[in-house]
């Protein structure tokens, strides 16, 4: 019947009516800086394929397509998505590293480089730009480069509610109000979210409000506010299992995960003002930006009540200057941004019972000696220059600087570990592209980034003291890529190929000790990724896109020295854990003119290693199938059907998750302790949503 069914749509995809071409239109952009975009590896997705069909539960929905951009969803709420951009990012064991992250101009990624996704409302989201690789020189903090999502405002008044129910107790209700009036336009989002999960302990209550406001002052004046709220009052952690878990019962969760209430009670308000002065001469762009978050946060051994405000500025000019047929564009800017965290961290003794509703967990915490109580502080300035040289819209040169200036500062007010750490770093980068004609383009670039290690990776100690580890230090990149992009007239499509190599210094890898479920972090010595990424999207016909994308990644060590049992060990060659070496994405939609519409979305990820050490640990009689994460391949099916009435739009719509059901594991936690590496994804799943436009 499955096996029907995916003919029957397939088929359907491809009967389409001849007689209308469809043309790739160009796209304005506007959050990304503009220079980049022509010398490095970018990508931009529009409402339709953020939206179609889909929950806007995880970015693996909508981003999955793109090569090099690898969405591990743990299907753990308490973690979120695991984002790596060419394998950077993939060692996170909490939150999003490596990548700078922005939501209508205002960066979600905080100073340390950290970037927490679940207060994202991709419901609003109207466009998501991705810029590949080190991106320093521009962004700062982001190793991986940059994800830029930009909220829709209509220009007709639009209300849209949603509801979408489906397995494993999925409750989604939405509501979207916006539109326009003269010199203004608004946008009020909220979403509420439960959800059971497919594994015991997963449950999530979330509520979002998201709001936008702009208006045009002047011709040459513009100002942009932005308010988000985020509140969950529970995101259970299910953890990681070993492979004799998962074999046998993949929804499980260990007992001592349940008694120890794994999970986080969070609420976040995060609010900015973007204000843009555009001259003839020249444009101006100024954002101040401010976030309060609390968090409360049991993980297995201890409790972390986290307290944190963090903000900043973020400054930039913009000028053209022509020479004959040519010009120069001139940027220059700076970002000043501060992090405070009040940490307070205590033994936990667990929960005196396991009956406890998800709600009530967190008010009968058992909490034993305290371990921590510091105020943590990071300070980053930022100044940057670009030069942008374009010779007849033909050929262009880029010289691009930045110096980045890191204070990280702790006051211990429980032990004697108060300090301070300064990390610094000059981030050049330089590029050329040539676009011999309309319809491609090539481009060759050099680009440094680096990451610091985050305030959670400075204070997590093995030897539990307070204060900031001495020994960690930030990660360096050193990246060159050649890419070309081709627009085929005879068949609407456009064609994009990126390969690249990447040296890293000091990686920061994570690790686990003996007797503890604390993730630690150190430096490694060197490593290398080479990689080749490609893309080809077709549209060949009206309503009717398909695209076909792969990436390959060869990530290993050049140089690591790990110690482990008090025996040293040199993992030169071996594979970074966590990162498949293949990964192939395509996607086939397809929409009648009477409504009727269908996707089919494939995946196929290769296997990876699940540890440093490639395979069975020394002294451990374990076989090697219990450390290497199987390869998997799954279809995801979307179809509805939207009514057309003067006022109102309504839409029906249907969507399986995994149709084969397919036994794989979403994500791994490297190098855990007690071969507890896997976390499982779910089987076959289905939901039904219906959404309305009232105009």
Not at 21 to 43: H, K
């Amino acid at each position: 019947m499955i096996k029907l069914l995916v003919i029957f749509l397939l088929l359907n995809n491809l009967i389409v009516a001849q007689d209308s071409i469809y043309t790739l239109q160009p796209v304005e952009i506007t959050a990304i800086r503009t220079g980049l975009t022509n010398f490095q590896s970018y990508y931009l997705l529009d409402s339709s394929e953020i939206h179609k069909g889909e929950i806007n539960l995880s970015f693996e929905e909508s981003l999955t397509k793109i090569p090099g951009l690898i969405i591990s969803d743990r299907n753990n709420p308490s973690l979120g998505d695991k984002i790596s951009i060419r394998g950077i990012g993939s060692r996170s064991s909490f939150g999003i590293r490596g990548i700078k992250i922005l939501v209508d101009n205002i960066p979600l990624t905080i100073p340390d480089g950290q970037s927490q996704t679940n207060n994202i409302d991709l419901f609003s989201a109207g466009r998501i730009e991705i810029l590949k690789g080190p991106s320093s020189s521009q962004y700062g903090n982001a190793a991986g480069g940059v994800i830029s999502i930009q909220s829709e405002i209509p220009s007709e008044i639009k209300i849209n509610p949603s509801v979408i129910i489906g397995e494993d107790e999925l409750r989604k209700y939405s509501l979207k109000m916006s539109g326009s009036s003269n010199t203004q336009s608004y946008l009020v989002s909220f979403n509420n979210l439960n959800y059971t999960g497919f594994r015991e302990h997963s449950e999530r209550n979330i509520y979002q409000l998201n709001t936008i406001y702009k208006n045009s002052l002047s011709e040459k004046l513009r100002l942009t506010a932005v308010i988000n709220y985020f509140n969950s009052p529970y995101l259970l952690n299910p953890s990681s299992l070993n492979k004799a878990s998962i074999d046998t019962n993949r929804n499980s969760v260990r007992d001592f995960v349940k008694q120890q209430g794994a999970g986080e009670k969070a609420n976040q308000l995060q609010g900015g003002i973007t204000i843009n002065l555009l001259n003839d001469d020249f444009n101006f762009e100024t954002t101040i930006y401010l976030l309060s978050r609390n968090l409360l946060n049991p993980i297995p051994g201890r409790i972390i009540d986290l307290k944190r405000t963090s903000g900043g500025i973020r400054s930039i000019v913009k000028a053209v200057f022509p020479v004959d047929k040519s010009e120069i564009n001139i940027s220059a800017g700076v970002d000043v941004e501060f992090q405070s965290d009040m940490r307070k961290e205590f033994e936990n003794n667990g929960l005196i019972n396991l009956n406890f509703e998800p709600d009530e967990i967190f008010d009968n915490l058992n909490y034993g000696n305290k371990l921590i109580d510091q105020k943590e502080y990071v300070l980053g300035i930022g100044p940057f220059l670009s030069a942008e040289f374009l010779l007849n819209n033909t050929l262009g040169f880029l010289a691009s600087l930045r110096y980045d200036s890191y204070l990280f500062k702790v006051d211990d007010f429980y032990t004697v570990n108060s300090g301070k750490r300064r990390m610094n770093q000059l981030s050049p980068a330089t590029g050329i592209f040539f676009k011999p004609n309309l319809y491609s383009k090539y481009f060759l670039n050099y680009s440094t980034s680096f990451q610091t290690p985050t305030t959670s990776e400075l204070s997590n100690r093995p030897n539990q003291q307070g204060g900031f580890n001495p020994d960690l230090n930030p990660e360096r990149i050193y990246q060159m890529e050649f890419g070309t992009e081709y627009f085929l007239r005879e068949i609407n499509a456009i064609f994009s190929a990126a390969l690249y190599f990447m040296d890293f210094s000091d990686l920061l890898i994570p690790y686990q000790i003996s007797g503890s479920e604390e993730i630690f972090f150190r430096n490694a010595g060197e490593a290398r990724n080479q990689g080749i990424e490609v893309m080809i999207e077709i549209n060949p016909f009206k309503n009717f896109r398909t695209s076909f994308s792969y990436t390959f990644m060869n990530f290993v060590y050049k140089k690591y020295m790990v110690e482990f049992n008090g025996v040293e060990y040199s993992l030169e060659k071996n594979k970074m854990p966590g990162i498949p070496k293949q990964i192939f994405a395509a996607q086939i939609y397809y929409e009648s003119n009477f409504g009727i519409w269908s996707k089919i979305k494939f995946l196929f990820a290769d296997e990876y290693f699940t540890n440093d050490f490639n395979g069975t640990l020394p002294g451990s009689q374990s076989p090697e199938s219990n450390f290497l994460n199987e390869s998997y391949f799954k279809i995801d099916l979307r179809f509805g059907y939207k009514f057309e009435f003067n006022l109102l739009q309504p839409e029906l719509f249907f969507g399986i998750n995994n149709l084969l059901n397919g036994k794989y594991n979403g994500s791994i936690v490297p190098n855990a302790v007690g071969e507890r590496y896997f976390e499982p994804a779910p089987g076959r799943t289905w939901y039904l949503g219906m959404q309305c436009e009232i105009f």
